[in-house]
Nanobody, 122 residues
């Protein structure tokens, strides 16, 4: 099993900042890319940002310049720093690992945490 635990969400005013964390006890984290997704009410879960094993990053256009994804392989933790938040960023945020590794026959990318709620509102 791969347990992922997201934290750091909350209620913030427009223009505010939050830092999300994603932790796991599974060291396969170190051989995986890490992705952050978000799911707004009534919408599908969409990818927000990716960081590869080597630290290359990629973002969707709507968060470029505002969000920063990072990882600390020593702590087996990934982060999503979110600045200048706006109401459209309101969603449950999930982290996910991506690699060719399977755990008990299940793709590592099939494991999800419970997510953390981010609400941007005045």
């Amino acid at each position: 099993q791969v347990q992922l635990v997201e934290s750091g969400g909350g209620l913030v005013q427009p223009g505010g900042s939050l830092r999300l964390s994603c932790t796991t006890t599974n060291t396969l984290f170190r051989v995986s890319a890490v992705r952050w997704f978000r799911q707004a009410p009534g919408k599908q879960r969409d990818i927000v940002a990716t960081i590869t094993r080597s630290g290359d990053t990629n973002y969707i256009d709507s968060v470029k310049g505002r969000f920063t994804i990072s990882r600390d392989d020593g702590k087996i933790t990934a982060y999503l720093q979110m600045n200048n938040l706006n109401p459209e960023d309101t969603a449950v945020y999930y982290c996910n690992l991506d690699s060719a590794v399977r755990v008990g026959g299940t793709k590592i990318s099939d494991f999800w945490g419970q997510g953390t709620q981010v609400t941007v509102s005045s």
